[in-house]
């Protein structure tokens, strides 16, 4: 398929500065391609900002930074009316939310009203300054950022916010190997330098629209479902995730089967996106918390214990072949 070359251009044209990461550089483009947002929760140093920045240079989007700190204030983010003494008229001055991908920096330290700010960038995607409606850039992706280890002077996100993420993912280390590669690419000159664009944003919106055409039997919908409720009904769960969880799971299924060349989702597209999908949706309850119960071991459990029905024959749409 067209989609699976395009993929594999950006993914080796991204990997040419986050070395190790082939899972996690995928994820990134499955959150682009479904017109939705991502969560990167990790360390320091992990390039986290530089997946980033070379996501937004592989595919020519025009990329923006917000350093999210305890004073930023929602107009920092997207942007304030300005009076013009010359036309005696006020302005709109765009905050740097107006991007086609933004990068939220360390998005805990903001504070609550700072954080709210996004909600309707990210879900309506418009933003509303001074009773006048903005729309976001197409495309448009918040890559939100947060250190899980240092929590001093942080604001956790609200559930809706952390909702609004479509998949959350952890670059996590890299390998003694990789970390060598590393220090050898970066002895003289960051790579990301060397970065060009592979993708047009023709291309990406063309992928986005056939995207939303992969078949999804119904045998694979009423298995996100059955999944979904799992997270609903178990015991160390306060609040499971939500139907935008399963619209995330299904969405984020057609990219994935469209990833592997294929115009169908099968069961093993929505076992590979789960935990991305649906972990960080769950709310553990306290007596489970005290036990260091993880919401990714929960979804990894219901995933060896929600069955697969075999996905039956159904006439699919022209031009689309059925699994």
């Known amino acids: 398929m067209a989609i699976r070359e395009s993929v594999d251009k950006v993914v080796a044209n991204v990997e040419r500065v986050i070395v190790g990461k082939h899972h996690e550089v ?31 240079r592989s595919l020519g989007c025009t990329f923006r930074r917000i350093q999210f700190t305890p004073d930023l204030l929602p107009s920092d983010v997207t942007g304030l009316s300005i009076y013009n003494q010359k036309t005696q008229e006020f302005e709109f001055r765009p905050g740097p939310i107006m991007a086609q991908i933004v990068l939220a920096d360390e998005i805990n330290r903001a504070t609550p009203k700072t954080q709210s700010s996004l909600l309707e960038c990210m879900e309506e995607r418009q933003a509303t300054i001074d009773g006048t409606t903005y729309p976001m850039p197409d495309p448009f992706l918040v890559i939100a950022t947060q250190n899980p280890i240092e929590y ?10 952390l909702d609004r993420f ?39 919106r063309a992928m986005q629209a056939a995207i939303r055409e992969i078949y999804v039997d119904s045998a694979i919908s009423d298995y996100i479902v ?31 089967a469209a990833f592997q060349g294929r115009d169908y989702v099968i069961p093993d597209d929505i076992k590979a996106l789960a935990e991305s999908a649906l972990a960080h949706r769950l709310i553990i309850r306290t007596a489970a918390s005290i036990r260091d119960v993880d919401p990714t071991a929960i979804v990894r459990e219901l995933l060896g214990s929600v069955p697969v029905d075999a996905p039956t024959p159904a006439v699919p749409r022209a031009g689309v072949r059925p699994a």
């Open 26 to 56: 995928r994820l990134a483009l499955v959150a682009l391609l479904c017109q939705g947002h991502l969560l990167i929760e990790d360390v320091p140093g992990t390039g986290k900002t530089v997946l980033a920045k070379s996501l937004a």
């Open 152 to 161: 001093e002077g942080t604001f956790a996100l609200p559930e809706a916010q």
């Open 166 to 204: 479509m998949l959350r993912l952890r670059l996590g280390y890299p390998q003694p190997l990789e970390e060598i590669v590393i220090l050898d690419e970066q002895k003289r000159s960051h790579p990301l330098g060397e970065i060009g664009e592979v993708a047009s944003l023709e291309e990406l």
């Open 226 to 256: 059955r999944l979904v409720n799992a997270t609903r009904v178990h015991p160390d769960v306060y609040l499971g995730a939500s139907p935008r969880g399963s619209l995330a799971l299904y969405r984020a299924g057609q990219a994935w």
